[in-house]
Structure formats: structure tokens, C-alpha cells
Nanobody, 123 residues
Framework: QVQLVESGGGLVQAGGSLRLSCAAS????????MAWFRQAPGKAREFVAG????????SYADFAKGRFTISRDIAKNTVYLQMDSLSPEDTAVYYC????????????????WGQGTQVTVSS
């Protein structure tokens, strides 16, 4: 069982940066693949970035490549999403998710979800 709590969202101007955090509880956190998703108003939830349990493998949606960086601190049971060069199109609720598939890749079955954190980018 894994419980996830996101933080770090807020209001930022276009071109700015935010770092989202996802604190996880559960003894087996280190074995889970982790990812960030987002959902904008009126749109479907979409994959943003994923990281494997080993931290060796990461994957990104095309819109995130070069701007977003996913990382995880096993000792702190925390996953991060550093977001740079933000644009109004990045406005969404961002969710942290965990999968028993250790890859954290976009096709993995993400069983555990956080409550989400709002990111709003003003123009």
C-alpha cells in the first residue's frame, strides 16, 4: 500500500519555474515505478514524466522534454518534478502516481494516486 501527497503547486508567470514534490508512505516505495500526470480543465489526464524504481530510467511526454525533470530521493520517499520555462498551456492539476511496474513508464498500470496539486501559469 502506498499513499501519495503532492505539494509545490501554485501561481507562476510564464517563463517561470516550479518544483513539485510527492511524498510517499509505504515500506516498498523504493520498488515502485513513479510518474507525474496532469489534467487541464476539460481535457483528459495525460502522462507527463516517469521514473523507474532504480532511478536509471526516465521518460517524458514530448511537451515535457527539455523543460521538465523528474527525480526521486529514495531515502526521503519523495519524487520531484522540476518544471522550467512554464507556459499557460501547462496550467493543470498535477498528480503523482505509483505503479508496481518498476519502470514507471507511460504504459505501466498506475494503481496509487495522490490528490493533486494545482499549477497555474499566467501569461
Amino acid at each position: 500500500q502506498v499513499q501519495l501527497v503532492e505539494s509545490g503547486g501554485g501561481l507562476v508567470q510564464a517563463g517561470g519555474s516550479l518544483r513539485l514534490s510527492c511524498a510517499a508512505s509505504g515500506r516498498t516505495f523504493s520498488r515502485y515505478g513513479m510518474a507525474w500526470f496532469r489534467q487541464a480543465p476539460g481535457k483528459a489526464r495525460e502522462f507527463v514524466a516517469g521514473i523507474s524504481w532504480s532511478r536509471i530510467s526516465t521518460s517524458y511526454a514530448d511537451f515535457a522534454k527539455g523543460r521538465f525533470t523528474i527525480s526521486r530521493d529514495i531515502a526521503k520517499n519523495t519524487v520531484y518534478l522540476q518544471m522550467d520555462s512554464l507556459s499557460p498551456e501547462d496550467t493543470a492539476v498535477y498528480y503523482c502516481a505509483a505503479s508496481t511496474d518498476p519502470s514507471g513508464a507511460v504504459g505501466a498500470p498506475f494503481r496509487y494516486w495522490g490528490q493533486g496539486t494545482q499549477v497555474t501559469v499566467s501569461s
